[in-house]
């Protein structure tokens, strides 16, 4: 095994100093923390630009950890050097990070992920006997039950006694958990504040970072435990959605093709719709337009004749009076004496007037 300190810098082919391992589980570390303290919406986009950033930092420093080979399975938790015991926590912190993704469309491709990513921390935990507890089982467990134990899941059963027993237990061991998690938080903010300032040994350094694993494995085990719960979710939502039918889009009745030409075999030689095609001759134009009474000299009422007739020989009648017409002025001296002497509607017996 290879200390990480003492290749904890490379060379980039560009000549330029690469970033040290250390600086890189610190970086992603620090981002972990303000975004999980972080009062700001994790949909935001100033949470997701730290949650990608701190993907990106521990990711490049579990690269360097795989290159280095810091940890073996052949070796036991005494042997690693204190300076080490920090990258163990790497898997945990991406896992966390991974579930703070709020991409809809990728939900169940993150939840996967960071179930992979707490398994491998949870396994080096146990290689390492670091504490004791139980590796939670995954959802994929339950593909290895025979098929005569698998519980059709719309059914209700009775609980039976091992059920209740079951229960009881994982109910017993969260409240364990959850205790032995308080108390380690409880140790770590007593000698946060000396590692931090740099005036700790190294054997409360190394207590340090053993307890910041320790308390990493009881919120894995609640992350996995949550997480298979929310993978069953997804996926029967995906199963719903591919099972409910597709609205087909409406089928619109066929358009009936039109024809502007005077007739279809016209329009089969010409084409339809062309503005510059004859459809008749004028003398055809002519004629149906006579048939519908729709040319200058038809169509005029009777009466409106009789009134133009009427109106021209009034006007006749004073354009002969203006010129001293000798039979038009005595015709009108008669009328105008007769008129004196008859009142209006004389001989009007029809009307009986």
Excluded at 234 to 256: A, T
């Amino acid at each position: 095994m290879a200390a990480a300190e003492d290749t904890n810098t490379t060379q980039n082919p560009s000549g330029s100093e690469a970033p040290k391992l250390s600086d890189l589980l610190d970086r992603g570390w620090k981002l972990y923390e303000e975004v999980d303290s972080t009062n700001e919406p994790s949909n935001s986009n100033a949470v997701q630009v730290k949650v990608k950033r701190g993907i990106m930092q521990l990711e490049e420093a579990t690269g360097m950890v795989n290159q280095l080979d810091l940890f073996s399975r052949n070796e036991a938790l005494e042997e690693i050097s204190t300076a080490d015991l920090k990258y163990l926590l790497l898997p945990a912190l991406l896992g966390a990070l991974t579930m703070k993704q709020v991409n809809r469309s990728k939900r169940l491709e993150h939840v996967q992920a960071a179930r992979v990513y707490f398994m491998d921390f949870l396994q080096r935990c146990k290689n390492y006997d670091i504490c004791s507890f139980q590796l939670p089982k995954t959802s994929e467990n339950t593909a290895d039950t025979p098929p005569e134990e698998q519980v059709n899941p719309s059914v209700p059963m009775p609980m039976s006694q091992p059920d209740l027993i079951a229960m009881a237990t994982q109910r017993r061991a969260k409240i364990d958990r959850f205790n032995q998690r308080k108390e380690t938080e409880a140790k770590l903010s007593g000698i946060r504040g000396l590692v931090e300032s740099g005036s700790a040994d190294e054997e409360v350094v190394r207590d340090f970072y053993l307890l910041n694993v320790r308390r990493w494995v009881t919120l894995a085990v609640e992350e996995i435990e949550s997480i298979n719960q929310e993978i069953e979710i997804l996926k029967r939502m995906e199963l719903f959605k591919q099972s409910m039918p597709q609205p087909s889009p409406p089928k619109r009745p066929p358009m009936k093709p039109f024809i502007l030409t005077k007739d279809a075999v016209q329009a089969k030689v010409f084409g339809a719709g062309y503005p510059s095609l004859s459809t008749m001759t004028v003398d055809e134009w002519y004629e149906q337009h006579r048939r519908q009474a729709c040319l200058p000299d038809q169509g005029i009422p009777r009466s409106a004749a009789n009134d133009d007739a009427e109106e021209d020989e009034r006007a006749e009648r004073e354009r002969k009076e203006e010129n001293d017409d000798g039979e038009a002025l005595q015709k009108a001296r008669d009328w105008d004496d007769w008129k004196d002497t008859h009142r209006r509607g004389y001989g009007n017996r029809k009307n009986m007037g």
